[in-house]
C-alpha cells in the first residue's frame, strides 16, 4: 500500500482490504507458529549460536586480517573453541569411567568401609547397614542404567542441538554484513526505534548473562580443585571440570560434586572436620553465586539492567525453563524492557508524574513554612 492508504481512516477500508489484512494476519500467525515448531527443541542452541558468534567476532575479525580469508578465520575461530572443549571433556569422561569401573570391581570393600563409618557415628548394628547399603548401590546401578539410556535417546537432540550451535556461529562470522543488511532492509523506517532498543537491551542483557554464568562457573571450578588438593580427593581435577560444566543450573548443579566429596571425606577418610568444611565452602560458594556473584556480573556486563532485575531474569528463567532460562530469562527481560522504552518514547521531565510530585511537596513545604511564620 502507499502512504496514502496507510493514512487512510478505518471507515474508508473496503471489504477487500478487510479480506487481505486477514490473510496476511492468518498468513504471519502460521508462519511464526511453523518456523518455531520447526526450530522449539533447537531454539537455545539457535539463540547461544548467534550470541557466541557475535561475541566472537572481534577474535575472527582479528584473524580475518592476517589470513585475509573469511571462512579460514571463522574456522580457526570456532577451533579455539571446540578444540579446548573436546579435550576437557574427553579427558573428563575418560577419567571418571576408569573411575567408575574401580569402584564396581570393589564393590564389597565400598560397602565394608561404609558400614563401619555409619557403625562408628551412628547407633546402628552394622550387618543391618550392610544390607542396606547392598540395596541402595543396586538402586544406583539400575538409575545410572536408565540414565544412560535417556541420554541415548536424547543423543540425536544433542548432536542436532550441537551441530545448530556450530553452523549458526559460522553463519554469524562469516555472513554478519549480509545478515545485518537483510534485517535493515525489510524492517520499515518507523520501527527503527524499536529496532535500536532491542539490540541495547536484549543484546546487553544476553552478554551479561553469558558473561557472568561463564565467570561465575570457572570461579567454582577453581575453588573446588583447590579443595580437592587439599583434602586429597581422587580426582581432583576432573571433578573441577565436571562442576563447571554441570553447575550451570543454581542453587543444585554444584552438589553433584559437594556432597558426594563431603561424604567421601567423613566415611573412607575418616576426616569429619574436612567434610565439615569441604561442605560449608560448598554452601557458601552456591549460595553467593547464585544470590549475589552471578546476577552482579551480570548487571554489571550488561549494563542496561541493575543487579535486581538480572536477579530476577536468571532465577525466575530457570526456574522456568530450565537450564535454557540462563539465556532465555535474560533475553525476555531484554525484549519486554525493549518494547516499554519504545511505546513511552523519550523521558520528559516536563511531562512526567515526578515534576508534578516534586511541584505538590514544595507547595506543601511553603504551606508548612507560612504556618510556622505565623506562630
Known amino acids: 500500500m502507499s502512504s496514502n492508504d496507510d493514512s487512510k481512516p478505518l471507515s474508508h477500508l473496503t471489504i477487500g482490504d478487510a479480506k487481505r489484512i486477514l490473510v496476511y494476519g492468518v498468513a504471519v500467525v502460521l508462519a511464526a507458529w511453523l518456523f518455531f515448531w520447526l526450530v522449539g527443541h533447537v531454539f537455545v542452541a539457535l539463540l547461544l549460536g548467534v550470541v557466541a558468534g557475535v561475541y566472537l567476532l572481534p577474535v575472527q575479525e582479528w584473524l580475518e586480517k592476517r589470513l585475509r580469508a573469511r571462512t579460514e578465520s571463522a574456522l580457526v575461530t570456532i ?3 571446540i578444540v579446548p572443549l573436546v579435550v576437557l571433556v574427553g579427558y573428563a569422561w575418560y577419567e571418571m569411567s576408569g573411575y567408575s569401573n574401580l569402584v564396581n570391581e570393589k564393590r564389597g570393600e565400598i560397602i565394608n568401609a561404609i558400614s563401619a563409618s555409619f557403625a562408628r557415628y551412628f547407633p546402628v ?3 543391618g547397614t550392610r544390607v542396606g547399603l547392598e540395596a541402595t548401590f543396586a538402586e544406583a546401578v539400575t538409575r545410572s542404567a536408565d540414565i544412560v539410556q535417556d541420554l541415548r535417546k536424547r543423543s540425536a537432540l544433542l548432536i542436532a542441538s550441537l551441530v545448530i550451535f556450530l553452523f549458526t556461529v559460522f553463519y554469524v562470522l562469516t555472513q554478519r554484513v549480509r545478515l545485518a543488511a537483510y534485517i535493515k532492509l525489510r524492517v520499515p523506517a518507523d520501527y527503527l526505534p524499536l529496532y535500536e532498543e532491542l539490540t541495547i537491551n536484549v543484546g546487553g542483557a544476553l552478554r551479561g548473562a553469558l558473561r557472568a554464568v561463564f565467570i561465575d562457573q570457572t570461579l567454582k571450578a577453581v575453588v573446588i580443585i583447590v579443595l580437592n588438593l587439599v583434602f586429597g580427593v581422587p580426582l581432583a581435577v576432573v571433578l573441577g571440570i565436571a562442576a563447571f560444566l554441570i553447575g550451570f543450573l543454581p ?9 558426594p566429596v563431603s561424604i567421601y571425606l567423613l566415611v573412607f577418610a575418616n576426616a569429619p572436620i574436612s567434610a ?13 553465586s547464585s544470590l549475589f556473584i552471578r546476577p552482579k556480573l551480570a548487571s554489571a556486563g550488561a549494563r542496561t539492567f541493575n543487579f535486581y532485575w538480572m536477579f530476577l531474569a536468571l532465577i525466575a528463567g530457570v526456574y522456568t525453563f530450565g537450564v535454557a532460562g540462563v539465556v532465555l530469562g535474560p533475553a525476555i527481560l531484554g525484549f519486554v524492557k525493549a518494547v516499554a522504552d519504545t511505546l513511552l518514547g523519550d523521558v520528559k521531565y516536563e511531562t512526567s508524574l515526578l515534576k508534578e510530585e516534586h511541584k505538590q511537596q514544595d507547595e506543601e513545604a511553603q504551606e508548612a513554612q507560612a504556618i510556622v511564620a505565623a506562630k
Open 79 to 81: 577451533a579455539l573453541i
Open 125 to 127: 548394628g552394622r550387618e
Open 276 to 288: 565439615g568444611i569441604y561442605f560449608g565452602c560448598g554452601l557458601l560458594l552456591t549460595a553467593s
Open 251 to 259: 542453587l543444585f548443579g554444584e552438589w553433584a560434586i559437594y556432597i
